[in-house]
């Protein structure tokens, strides 16, 4: 069984890569929180992975971060969701508030991700809310500050354009620029698009 891949980015999409390990090419499924901090293509990438098991097909899923995979795994044990449902609630929102979305009990913020009704929300509460609650979070915990959480927002959205190919100089200018006209309303995911924007019609 697959756990951990570390290979060269040959082809990826918000939702699947193929990685090369030593000639073979892996695909790989993945959530956007992972694909929105992926490295270039051509580019080096390290995954923790899940190797799912079918009668008719063997499926990877991978995941940049431990807690996420945890996270999956989590998910694929309440029935009714498959990988692809897990996947999709992954990609419905950012971990910290999707953790704490369960440690509340938030049905409804549950609901509003597609895919995800009434009775999988409720059952995700049910299932989920005390085995959260005992998860290792380092570095997901909730913030005490608006500000600290537009710092944390702003340093991975930053990251992520680093690895994109941008100089950190020219990309952190954009990101505070950003940020000063959004204020702490913008996911890592909106302020990374809009720098893109930016950063593509500067160059």
Known sequence: MIAFLTGTILEKTPSTLIVEVHGIGYQIFIPLNTFYRL???KE???LHVHTHVREDALQLYGFLSPLEKELFLLLLGISGVGPKVALGILS????TELVQALRDGN???LRAIPGVGPKTAGRLVLELREKVNALSLAGLQTPVSAGSELDK???DALSA???????RTEAKRTVDK????TG????VEGLIKKALKKLAKVG
């Open 161 to 167: 354009l680093v690895n994109l190919g941008y100089h």
């Open 178 to 181: 950003i940020a000063e006209e």
């Open 92 to 95: 419905g929102m950012e971990l």
């Open 39 to 41: 490295p270039e293509v």
């Open 153 to 155: 927002t702003k340093e």
């Open 184 to 187: 702490d309303s913008e996911s």
């Open 44 to 46: 080096s990438v390290s």
């Open 107 to 109: 049905v409804d913020r």
